[in-house]
């Protein structure tokens, strides 16, 4: 497969309908869909691509059902310690990104554990979204910049689109190429919304935890026909 993307972006949705379909509990639903994230991230690594980004948690999921977010907690803490071994076999650099800080302190030390051991590897970067959403991303940003200008650290007129790039939760990735989303739903979910502005959209019905590999071949042979212009003409 020829022309693939650096950076691919999935919206992993339909744990919940899964499980539903089948009778079982929600937690089970994202049970699997975390089996296929390792999948997923493993056959990036394979292909060599760059960079993959999942929203695992926004920051609407805090209003979930209390016994939900726990589980999704002590999902988190398990996969990244259950998953570190791969990804150090297969050169993996995990890289988080979102308001993390805001996570139980346990949570933290498990994700900076393994942003630790896998610092020096230097194949595919896969970051976790968590706690995350565009909005917050952006207005975080410009506060930044605002406290800045501020102290008289910068400039207003300093203040372009490479240096609002630089500030983002996203900073050093490559421009996003391809956002995938499961489960048939048409919208962003404020989900890398500075970073969407010229990537392909492809959307599939299937509900994330039957993601497969084949399925995600299909989204990179889709991507590798069209033709980006840019705003331009080719």
Not at 32 to 46: D, L, Q
Not at 187 to 209: C, F, G, H, I, K
Request: hydrophobic share 40%; aromatic share 10%; with cysteine.
């Amino acid at each position: 497969m020829e022309n693939l993307p650096r950076h691919v972006a999935i919206i992993m949705d339909g744990n919940g309908r899964w499980a539903k379909k089948r009778g079982l509990i929600r937690s089970m639903g994202h049970d699997n869909g975390a089996k296929v994230v390792s999948t997923i991230t493993t056959e990036c690594s394979n292909l060599g691509i760059e960079q993959l980004t999942l929203y695992a948690f926004s920051t609407e999921n805090w209003k979930r059902p209390k016994a939900e977010v726990a589980f999704l907690m002590k999902l988190l803490k398990n996969f990244v310690k259950n998953e570190t071994p791969n990804m150090m076999q297969n050169n993996i650099i995990f890289r988080p990104i979102g308001r993390l800080y805001e996570f139980p302190q346990g949570v933290q030390d498990t994700l900076n554990e393994t942003v630790e051991m896998t610092k020096n590897n230097t194949g595919t970067t896969l970051s976790l979204a968590l706690n995350y959403s565009g909005r917050s991303e952006i207005t975080d940003t410009f506060k930044k910049l605002a406290y800045q200008v501020s102290n008289g650290q910068l400039s207003p007129e300093a203040i372009d689109e490479d240096l609002i790039n630089n500030n983002l939760f996203t900073a050093g990735m490559p421009e996003l190429d391809l956002m995938i989303r499961t489960a048939g739903e048409l919208r962003l979910s404020n989900y890398l919304l500075w970073q969407v502005s010229y990537a392909e959209l492809w959307v599939t019905d299937v509900l994330w935890p039957d993601f497969t590999v084949d399925i995600f071949y299909k989204a990179l042979e889709a991507y590798s026909k069209r033709e980006r212009r840019f705003g331009g003409l080719v």
